[in-house]
């Protein structure tokens, strides 16, 4: 078994895929869902969306797509 610090980026993003994560936005947007998928952009498509402004809850989406050069 493959200590923690020695997996790839790829393989721990890999294993993220279907839990619960939180996306931090250039702007200060927070995201927070069920990890769909990515790509090598960094696009991040969540299930389940929540949007997050100053630590209010802002809206409710199904899913929601979110363009790898918005986030942190």
Known sequence: M???QERSPTEFLNNVIGRPVLVKLNSG???R???SCLDGYM?????QTEEWVNGQLK???GDAFIRGNNGI
């Open 2 to 4: 493959q200590n923690q």
């Open 33 to 35: 869902g069920i990890l």
């Open 43 to 47: 696009n991040i498509a969540l299930e």
């Open 59 to 61: 809206n409710k989406y």
């Open 29 to 31: 947007v927070d995201y």
